[in-house]
């Protein structure tokens, strides 16, 4: 985890000091994770690993100290393959990002090689125009295969469902949707000035929260 956060600075940073007066924050990156928040759990069945899942999920990570992301090794019986999970705190990256520091965590685990480049956020805000993508089709085959690759992670598929009743089993877990070229085209339209379309998605996945917590008496 150390040697991966050498690739990654917001995996080096944390939240720098403030006052009840600022309008701004501001991050510290340091020079190494001396300190790599690891730690390692038994998930001898699927029901542990749920748990161990669930609980590192049902909280943020510290935003005050070095690394902003936690990370938890799931030991598995053996011949079945441990697991890695990791909660990245989303002031500090988003999916892809978390993606990324995983990736690299695990070639370091293999001793491969990490070609991380230099990013600067500010130059690569126009994330179209960074890889030249040609058209409304060129999008919709990037966007679709960007989900097989996001798809290779995933775990079992997500259930969603209110708390109570009989089954209290953990529900956290990924699945993949694929979006055809009349949704991508609604979504590209209805874009504001200076917004991506990762900006609506995810405006658009707050907004379907509300409404599910709100059919099913939550707040």
């Known amino acids: 985890v150390r040697a991966a956060a050498a690739h990654h600075p917001i995996a080096r940073a944390r939240l720098g000091e403030s006052r009840g007066t600022d309008f701004s924050y501001e991050w510290v990156i340091e020079d190494e994770l001396v300190d790599p928040p690891l730690s390692a759990v038994d998930a001898r069945d699927d029901a542990a690993l749920d748990r161990a899942r669930e609980a590192l ?11 902003p992301f936690e990370v938890v090794l799931a030991q598995r019986p053996e011949g079945e393959g441990d697991v890695l999970l990791l909660n990245l705190h989303h002031a500090a990256g988003d999916g892809m990002g978390a993606l990324r520091l995983l990736a690299s965590i695990l070639r370091a685990y293999r001793d491969d090689d990490d070609p991380q480049p230099d990013v600067d956020p500010l130059e690569v805000r126009d994330v179209t125009d ?7 089709g060129d999008r919709v085959k990037r966007i679709r295969a960007l989900a097989g ?53 995810i405006a658009a996945l707050g907004v379907a929260a509300r409404r599910w917590n709100e059919q099913h008496g939550g707040g």
């Open 57 to 67: 999920m049902g909280h943020s990570p510290a935003l005050d100290r070095v690394g």
């Open 130 to 136: 960074l890889i030249g993508v040609e058209g409304i």
């Open 149 to 201: 690759h996001v798809a290779r992670f995933a775990s079992r598929p997500i259930r969603v469902e209110p708390r109570g009743g009989d089954d209290d089993a953990a529900a956290y877990g990924f699945e993949t949707l694929t979006l055809g070229p009349d949704e991508v085209e609604r979504v590209m339209e209805r874009r504001t000035d200076g917004a991506t379309a990762n900006d609506v998605l």
